[in-house]
């Protein structure tokens, strides 16, 4: 397969785009020494499909989000987004600082919406490694229009 010369190496590509591989898109997102592409065959963001019981929990509190505890500072935090969302006041007066799994959720779609390193809709087939390049080609395919694209990259990510 020919590769045209011109392609742009990510510094990694990451397959699957779950609460891991989100919180990881979030916290490289800032910085600019590394170009991330994150793939995934779902067409958007939606966790636990089907499992949200309506009064269900997480069994960490809200800290243990996306971001919070490896940058404290970061805009992808949960109590940004409950700021953005004019529910930061209701979430601390609750004295439940365990999160609602729905919210949580959301909070994940919310920042979805502000990445642009993230590619839903796209389902990795094969990957190689090119010792010519020094990298990995990611071949992956459109779920929607069936287009086939690859993609190059010096580290993979793995996750959910």
Known sequence: MNINPTTQTY??????????NLGLACLTEPVDALN???????DGFDWHTGMMLESAHL???FMADLVTL?????????????????KLYSFYIREN????????NQYCQWACEQLTSLQFSTRVELVTWDAALECYL???RSTKSGEQQVYRARRLVLGT
Do not use: C
Not at 11 to 20: E, L, M, N, R
Not at 70 to 86: H, I, V
Not at 98 to 104: P, T
């Open 70 to 86: 490896a940058d404290p500072t970061s805009r992808y935090s949960f109590l940004n987004y409950l700021k953005q969302q004019g």
């Open 97 to 104: 600082f365990f999160m609602m799994r729905k919210e949580f």
């Open 59 to 61: 069994q960490t509190p």
């Open 36 to 42: 991330g592409l994150f793939l995934d065959q779902n």
């Open 11 to 20: 510094d990694f590509i990451a397959i699957g785009i779950g609460p891991f």
């Open 138 to 140: 990611v071949h992956a």
